[in-house]
């Protein structure tokens, strides 16, 4: 094992997938030598692998995803980089229209290997335009594959399987995940789509967490021990597919959830969670449901505005104890 | 051109680098939350095109904004108050450097979304042409917001529309770390216009009087129903794109070629040899600019941070 950062992980899956694979390439805004990507991300490789298959691009979001889905479904297997995951948005059509679809719509003739990272969340005071986490925007769009990795031996194992596999993904980062770091096997490693992964056990009551919130939640899980109160967390680690089992089997065992996300609360990520163990385990509950994620608003500028929007380990110790 | 109006240019350009010079120190002192994007070395075409402007007159902004503001007429005190997220600035502390908007003055607001702007002002463009208003729209937005589909479509359509518009790309020769020319074939962006059927001019956008002649013309045309015009300032960053971005991706030598065309040296210069400033009126003029900035940054620090709670009002109109 040796230890290494978010960021570091992510890197190396690319190194990795384009050393294994001729057809890998990436694209996206200032990922080539003059910057190295705007987390760092994908520092070194353009020394390491050229201009032609660690593309910069201009400012052209919608171009960048069509581009990427032509070269996918023509035999490469592009990993685009969205530098903010708020632009994404001015690729919808690519995304959800055409990637998406294609598959389906053409009647399985055609596939679309192709991997979109982006990095969301809020926290650094950069406001409306570039802290949203629009992750659940992606599960409403049947053909895509959602990663949400909150550990850096996840995002490794993750990334390889998204760029192995034959469907478009979206690889949402962190960005306060980027510097920290975890634990990673020196040899080669994959980690399927759809498989929990239990962070802590206990018996009181399950917590669902996402990305940074997984943390928060752990954070959480040591105050309310003091409190006498056990709970399990739950990172889902991939949202489309979502690990049912694991999560109602927690549930089936602690009686009690909350569910903790990054994203607004209207139709978001705690919202499809909720509604899954209200239709297959509400025999098993003792207790309402309980979500915690941003109330519906923009992500503001302001520090003291920012900190009140974005769940916080207390706000995480609260919905515990209401249904404890 | 009216001694009055040249001081005009000289005070505003002096004002936006003494402010932007401000923030970068208080960004240095933790002041300043998130990032920060100077306008330093830019002012020329914030100030040659706004001072064309009347108050009623529209001007739709970017992440770079901070000079757009003061060209407009903006408050400095509330404009630093915004960047500092206080509750007393133009935004209430919600929108931050990257966002800042007055809309009394005009001043519909920036977008840190590269190239979101342009089909804005084509829609103030629409509006005014709709309301028999003569108001005019200057649109900003960098080199790198011109690769962008909404400059397409957003051009085209106040060409077709003959709308009231000016798009006033800031070729400031990069996007980040990403060259002009690295990321388009032309030389000069102007050239897309003829795509679209409407003038476009390059222009060096260093300097102030020449950028005011050709916003003058193309106001004029605005105004008179002929429709929007395509002005290519070139330009240059002086500082880094960011804060931290240390810039290590420009050939030795250019930033000191580019010093040396500093728009508010090169004016002050150039009213300095024909007598219309002297040295002690620069200096007067330095020192009430100072003192404004001064007051601003006063203001700014001891106005409280919005309360947590602030953060749910303003979802719905
Ligand atoms: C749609 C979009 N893509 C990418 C970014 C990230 N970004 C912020 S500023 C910038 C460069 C903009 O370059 P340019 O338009 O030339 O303006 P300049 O910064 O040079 O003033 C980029 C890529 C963004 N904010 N919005
Ligand atoms: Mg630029």
Not at chain 1, 91 to 109: L, P, T
Not at chain 1, 302 to 314: A, N
Not at chain 2, 100 to 124: E, H, K, N, R
Request: proline share 5%; net charge negative.
């Amino acid at each position: 094992m040796k230890e290494i950062a978010f960021r570091d992980a992510i890197r190396e899956a690319l190194v990795e997938e384009m050393k294994r694979d001729e057809t890998v390439f990436l694209l996206g805004e200032d990922i080539g030598r003059y910057w190295e990507g705007a987390f760092k991300v994908t520092k070194g490789l353009a020394d390491e692998f050229g201009d032609k298959r660690v593309r910069d691009t201009p400012i052209s979001e919608s171009a960048i995803i069509g581009a990427a889905v032509g070269a996918a479904i023509t035999g490469m297997r592009p990993v685009a980089e969205i530098m903010f995951g708020d632009l994404t948005t001015l690729a919808m059509d690519q995304i959800v229209n055409q990637a998406a679809k294609i598959h389906y719509m053409f009647g399985g003739q055609a596939k679309v290997p192709l991997v979109i990272r982006t990095p969301f969340g809020g926290g650094v005071n950069i406001a409306a335009h570039h802290s949203q986490s629009l992750q659940a925007w992606f599960m409403h769009a049947p053909g895509l594959l959602v990663a949400i990795p909150s550990t850096p031996y996840d995002a490794k194992g993750l990334l390889k399987t998204a760029i192995r596999g034959d469907n478009p993904v979206i690889f949402c980062e962190h960005k306060l995940l980027y510097p920290e770091k975890g634990l990673i096997p020196e040899e080669d490693y994959t980690i399927p789509f759809g498989l929990a992964q239990t962070r802590r056990e206990g018996e009181d009551v399950t917590i669902v967490a996402t990305m940074f919130m997984v943390g928060k939640a752990l954070e959480a899980a040591k105050t309310l021990e003091k409190q006498t109160i056990n709970v399990e967390v739950i990172d889902p680690r991939t949202l489309i597919p979502l690990d049912k089992e694991a999560i109602i089997n927690s549930v089936r065992k602690t009686g009690r959830l909350v569910v903790v996300s990054e994203g607004c609360k209207t139709a978001g990520v705690t919202a499809e969670i909720a509604a899954l163990v209200a239709e297959k385990a509400i025999d098993y509950l003792d207790a309402p449901v309980r979500r915690v994620a941003e109330p519906d608003t923009p992500i503001p500028f302001s520090p003291s505005l920012e900190k009140h929007v974005i769940p916080d380990e207390k706000a995480i110790v609260e919905a515990v104890k209401e249904i404890a | 051109m009216k001694k009055e109006t040249l001081i005009r240019l000289y005070r505003k350009m002096l004002e936006i680098r003494i402010f932007e010079e401000k923030v970068f120190e208080l960004y240095g002192q933790n002041l300043v939350p998130g990032t920060i994007h100077l306008y330093s070395g830019e002012e020329a075409v914030a100030v040659g095109v706004c001072t064309n402007l009347r108050q009623s007159d529209y001007i739709v902004s970017t992440h770079r904004g901070h000079g757009h503001c003061i060209a407009k007429g903006a408050k400095l005190d509330k404009t630093m108050a915004e960047i500092l997220g206080k509750k007393t600035g133009y935004c209430k502390g919600k929108g931050g450097s990257m966002h800042i908007a007055d809309f009394s003055i005009g001043m519909l607001g920036a977008t840190a979304v590269v190239g979101a702007g342009i089909p804005i002002a084509t829609g103030a463009g629409l509006s005014s042409k709709l309301r028999g208003s003569d108001q005019v729209t200057a649109c900003f937005f960098g080199d790198g917001a011109s690769n962008q589909g909404t400059f397409h479509e957003g051009i085209n359509l106040a060409a077709i529309w003959r709308l009231p518009v000016l798009f006033v790309c800031e070729n400031n020769l990069y996007a980040m770390g990403t060259r002009q020319t690295q990321a388009m074939l032309p030389q000069d962006i102007s050239e897309r216009s003829v795509a679209y059927g409407i003038p476009g001019v390059s222009i060096d956008g260093n300097d102030v009087l020449s950028v005011y002649d050709a916003a003058e013309e193309a106001v004029k045309r605005a105004r008179g129903g002929l429709g929007p015009t395509l002005i290519e300032c070139k330009t240059y960053r002086q500082k880094g794109h960011s804060r931290w971005d240390p810039a290590t991706y420009r050939p030795k030598g250019e930033v000191e070629k580019w010093l040396e065309k500093d728009p508010i040296i090169r004016l002050e210069k150039q009213l300095l040899s024909n007598g219309e400033l002297s040295e002690a009126k620069t200096t007067r003029i330095k020192r009430e600019i100072e003192n404004a900035v001064e007051d601003a940054v006063k203001f700014a620090v001891s106005s409280p941070y919005p309360a947590g709670d602030e953060a749910l009002e303003d979802v719905f109109a």
